[in-house]
T-cell receptor, first 114, second 116 residues
Framework: EAGVTQFPSHSVIEKGQTVTLRCDPI?????LYWYRRVMGKEIKFLLH????????ESGMPNNRFLAERTGGTYSTLKVQPAELEDSGVYFC????????????FGSGTRLTVV | QKEVEQDPGPLSVPEGAIVSLNCTYS??????FMWYRQYSRKGPELLMY????GNKEDGRFTAQVDKSSKYISLFIRDSQPSDSATYLC????????????????FGTGTQLKVEL
């Protein structure tokens, strides 16, 4: 089966610009997660979708971040306007319902804000 | 204080050595414990998982959880150069097998290099 696909793999933008990251989960996985790793820190949870609904968005850092999941399929994470501290690697993961051990991560989008 | 502490390394060992990786944690609500392996420019890949305290073995890998000490370990026997990667511990709370899962709390990862 195809894995979790993220694009772009790398994005360099200027401070103040807008960037949209996309994640295509494994087909049939209702659960979709976004995580982020900033330089030198641990991977941290951002939010969790179940189908098209936000189940938990407690990790979203501020209102410059907007996540959507259209029709319960792919998801986008928009950062607007981007700040320097938003630089890092953004990971998406998906799992079937109840499969806490069944996370499959994508390869991530490396975001650099200059 | 971080919820999960993990020595970032780097850790360099000769091929064939036994590797011991570990994490400590502070949140007693954690019930599910996982080890992920991450190669450069790739996403984390689940390696081992355990529920509550105890040991689990899978080939060259053994995961141990000691909830009384809030300490988890991953042992790699007969280490190979292909084991060179970053190893991340991750944990999650109770009640996550219903309703679709829960968030993971990660350690910072330990970078391991196995030399020929």
């Amino acid at each position: 089966e195809a894995g979790v696909t993220q694009f772009p793999s790398h994005s360099v933008i200027e401070k103040g610009q807008t960037v949209t990251l996309r994640c295509d989960p494994i087909s049939g996985h209702d659960n979709l997660y976004w995580y982020r790793r900033v330089m030198g820190k641990e991977i941290k949870f951002l939010l969790h979708f179940v189908k098209e609904s936000k189940q938990d968005e407690s990790g979203m850092p501020n209102n410059r971040f907007l996540a959507e999941r259209t029709g319960g399929t792919y998801s986008t994470l928009k950062v607007q306007p981007a700040e320097l501290e938003d630089s890092g690697v953004y990971f998406c993961a998906s799992s079937q319902e109840g499969a806490v051990y069944g996370y499959t991560f994508g390869s991530g989008t490396r975001l650099t804000v200059v | 204080q971080k919820e999960v502490e993990q020595d970032p390394g780097p850790l360099s060992v000769p091929e064939g050595a036994i590797v011991s990786l570990n994490c400590t944690y502070s949140n007693s609500a954690f019930q599910y414990f996982m080890w992920y392996r991450q190669y450069s420019r790739k996403g984390p890949e689940l390696l081992m998982y355990t529920y509550s305290s105890g040991n689990k073995e899978d080939g060259r890998f053994t995961a141990q959880v000691d909830k009384s000490s809030k300490y988890i370990s991953l042992f790699i026997r007969d280490s190979q150069p292909s084991d060179s990667a970053t190893y991340l511990c991750a944990m999650s709370g109770a009640g996550i097998l219903t309703g679709g899962g829960n968030k993971l709390t990660f350690g910072t990862g330990t970078q391991l290099k196995v030399e020929l």
